[in-house]
Protein backbone atom coordinates (compact mmCIF):
# COMPACT_ATOMS: atom_id res chain seq x y z
CA UNK A 1 0.00 0.00 0.00
CA UNK A 2 2.87 2.13 -0.39
CA UNK A 3 1.57 3.82 -3.50
CA UNK A 4 -1.92 4.68 -1.54
CA UNK A 5 -0.26 8.57 -0.30
CA UNK A 6 3.35 8.78 -1.48
CA UNK A 7 4.31 9.21 -5.16
CA UNK A 8 2.34 12.90 -6.30
CA UNK A 9 3.06 14.46 -2.22
CA UNK A 10 6.39 16.35 -3.44
CA UNK A 11 4.27 18.42 -5.68
CA UNK A 12 2.87 20.68 -2.80
CA UNK A 13 6.69 21.31 -1.79
CA UNK A 14 8.05 21.83 -5.64
CA UNK A 15 5.79 24.20 -5.94
CA UNK A 16 6.91 27.93 -5.91
CA UNK A 17 5.87 29.42 -2.31
CA UNK A 18 3.71 32.05 -1.53
CA UNK A 19 4.06 34.11 1.34
CA UNK A 20 4.53 31.77 3.11
CA UNK A 21 6.95 28.64 3.27
CA UNK A 22 3.90 26.19 3.85
CA UNK A 23 1.49 25.43 1.21
CA UNK A 24 -1.18 24.44 3.74
CA UNK A 25 -0.82 27.61 6.04
CA UNK A 26 -0.70 29.73 2.83
CA UNK A 27 -3.75 28.11 2.01
CA UNK A 28 -5.72 28.84 5.37
CA UNK A 29 -4.57 32.53 5.63
CA UNK A 30 -6.28 33.52 2.53
CA UNK A 31 -9.65 35.14 2.52
CA UNK A 32 -12.81 32.77 2.63
CA UNK A 33 -13.58 34.88 -0.73
CA UNK A 34 -10.53 32.07 -1.97
CA UNK A 35 -11.96 29.38 -0.74
CA UNK A 36 -13.70 27.62 -3.73
CA UNK A 37 -10.51 28.35 -5.82
CA UNK A 38 -8.56 26.52 -3.22
CA UNK A 39 -11.38 23.59 -2.85
CA UNK A 40 -12.02 24.86 0.74
CA UNK A 41 -14.73 22.49 1.81
CA UNK A 42 -14.91 23.99 5.53
CA UNK A 43 -13.32 26.09 7.67
CA UNK A 44 -13.98 24.83 11.22
CA UNK A 45 -12.53 26.96 14.52
CA UNK A 46 -9.06 24.87 14.66
CA UNK A 47 -8.94 23.11 11.05
CA UNK A 48 -9.98 23.33 7.60
CA UNK A 49 -11.26 20.76 5.23
CA UNK A 50 -9.83 20.55 1.57
CA UNK A 51 -9.76 18.48 -1.74
CA UNK A 52 -6.25 16.99 -2.27
CA UNK A 53 -5.09 18.36 -5.47
CA UNK A 54 -3.50 15.52 -6.15
CA UNK A 55 -5.59 13.02 -5.53
CA UNK A 56 -5.46 9.08 -5.50
CA UNK A 57 -9.67 8.88 -5.95
CA UNK A 58 -12.41 11.61 -6.42
CA UNK A 59 -13.34 12.73 -3.17
CA UNK A 60 -9.84 12.48 -1.33
CA UNK A 61 -10.42 14.84 1.28
CA UNK A 62 -7.41 16.43 3.57
CA UNK A 63 -8.30 17.56 7.02
CA UNK A 64 -5.40 19.97 8.43
CA UNK A 65 -5.30 21.90 11.66
CA UNK A 66 -4.68 26.18 11.17
CA UNK A 67 -1.74 25.55 13.71
CA UNK A 68 1.82 24.80 11.69
CA UNK A 69 2.47 21.15 13.83
CA UNK A 70 4.30 18.64 12.78
CA UNK A 71 3.40 16.23 15.25
CA UNK A 72 0.98 14.87 16.86
CA UNK A 73 2.07 15.60 20.55
CA UNK A 74 2.01 19.02 19.59
CA UNK A 75 -1.78 19.30 18.49
CA UNK A 76 -3.90 20.96 21.04
CA UNK A 77 -6.76 18.66 22.26
CA UNK A 78 -9.39 20.72 21.35
CA UNK A 79 -8.09 20.94 17.71
CA UNK A 80 -8.00 16.70 17.58
CA UNK A 81 -11.20 16.85 19.13
CA UNK A 82 -12.42 19.07 16.31
CA UNK A 83 -10.01 17.32 13.76
CA UNK A 84 -12.17 13.52 14.85
CA UNK A 85 -15.27 15.21 14.26
CA UNK A 86 -14.64 16.93 10.74
CA UNK A 87 -13.57 13.85 9.60
CA UNK A 88 -16.57 11.97 10.84
CA UNK A 89 -18.67 14.54 9.00
CA UNK A 90 -16.18 14.74 5.86
CA UNK A 91 -17.16 10.85 5.62
CA UNK A 92 -21.17 10.97 5.70
CA UNK A 93 -20.40 13.79 3.37
CA UNK A 94 -18.61 11.63 1.08
CA UNK A 95 -20.99 8.96 1.70
CA UNK A 96 -23.87 10.82 0.62
CA UNK A 97 -22.13 11.76 -2.61
CA UNK A 98 -20.14 8.90 -3.81
CA UNK A 99 -21.18 5.53 -1.89
CA UNK A 100 -17.81 4.46 -1.45
CA UNK A 101 -17.20 1.02 -0.41
CA UNK A 102 -14.47 1.82 2.33
CA UNK A 103 -12.60 4.43 3.17
CA UNK A 104 -8.80 5.04 3.70
CA UNK A 105 -7.85 7.48 6.87
CA UNK A 106 -4.66 8.16 8.13
CA UNK A 107 -1.70 10.69 8.79
CA UNK A 108 1.82 10.47 7.02
CA UNK A 109 3.53 12.08 9.63
CA UNK A 110 7.52 12.73 8.30
CA UNK A 111 9.59 12.55 5.07
CA UNK A 112 10.38 9.67 5.68
CA UNK A 113 6.49 8.00 6.00
CA UNK A 114 5.88 9.59 2.71
CA UNK A 115 4.42 13.03 3.97
CA UNK A 116 4.90 15.42 1.58
CA UNK A 117 4.38 18.48 3.83
CA UNK A 118 6.13 17.04 6.62
CA UNK A 119 6.16 20.25 8.17
CA UNK A 120 1.71 20.28 8.93
CA UNK A 121 0.11 17.30 9.32
CA UNK A 122 -2.69 16.60 8.00
CA UNK A 123 -5.25 13.85 7.95
CA UNK A 124 -6.49 12.15 4.62
CA UNK A 125 -9.53 10.33 3.77
CA UNK A 126 -10.39 9.27 0.42
CA UNK A 127 -13.23 6.87 -0.43
CA UNK A 128 -11.89 3.38 -1.84
CA UNK A 129 -14.00 0.38 -4.15
CA UNK A 130 -13.37 -2.15 -4.80
CA UNK A 131 -11.40 -2.74 -7.52
CA UNK A 132 -9.85 0.62 -7.29
CA UNK A 133 -6.43 -0.52 -6.09
CA UNK A 134 -5.61 -3.22 -9.01
CA UNK A 135 -6.36 -0.36 -11.27
CA UNK A 136 -3.78 2.15 -9.81
CA UNK A 137 -1.10 -0.79 -9.61
CA UNK A 138 -1.27 -1.07 -13.66
CA UNK A 139 -1.40 2.61 -14.09
CA UNK A 140 1.38 3.58 -11.43
CA UNK A 141 2.33 6.84 -11.04
CA UNK A 142 -0.54 8.09 -13.75
CA UNK A 143 -3.33 9.55 -11.63
CA UNK A 144 -6.95 9.17 -13.37
CA UNK A 145 -9.19 11.53 -12.15
CA UNK A 146 -12.94 10.74 -13.23
CA UNK A 147 -13.84 14.10 -12.13
CA UNK A 148 -13.03 17.24 -12.09
CA UNK A 149 -12.05 19.06 -8.65
CA UNK A 150 -14.61 21.53 -8.79
CA UNK A 151 -17.34 18.99 -9.66
CA UNK A 152 -16.18 17.06 -6.38
CA UNK A 153 -16.49 20.56 -4.59
CA UNK A 154 -19.77 21.47 -5.95
CA UNK A 155 -20.92 18.09 -4.50
CA UNK A 156 -18.92 17.58 -1.40
CA UNK A 157 -19.72 21.48 0.04
CA UNK A 158 -23.23 20.40 -0.33
CA UNK A 159 -23.40 17.28 1.53
CA UNK A 160 -21.22 18.36 3.94
CA UNK A 161 -24.03 21.17 4.22
CA UNK A 162 -26.67 18.55 4.56
CA UNK A 163 -24.77 16.92 7.87
CA UNK A 164 -25.60 19.83 9.87
CA UNK A 165 -22.25 21.73 9.24
CA UNK A 166 -22.34 25.47 9.03
CA UNK A 167 -21.37 26.42 5.42
CA UNK A 168 -17.36 27.43 5.19
CA UNK A 169 -16.96 30.47 6.24
CA UNK A 170 -14.48 31.79 9.21
ZN1 LIG B 1 1.82 25.15 7.71
Known sequence: MDHLWSPWRFRYVSEPPGAHECAFCEMACRT???DREQYILHRGKFNFV???LYPYATGHLLIAPYA???NLERLRDETMQEMMALTKTSQQALAAAYRPEGYN????LGKCAGAGVADHLHLHLLPRWVGDTNFMSVVGETRVLPEELSTTYDKLVNCLAQTGLPKSSS
Do not use: D, E, S, Y
Open 68 to 70: HVA
Open 32 to 34: PAH
Open 50 to 52: FLN
Open 105 to 108: LGMN
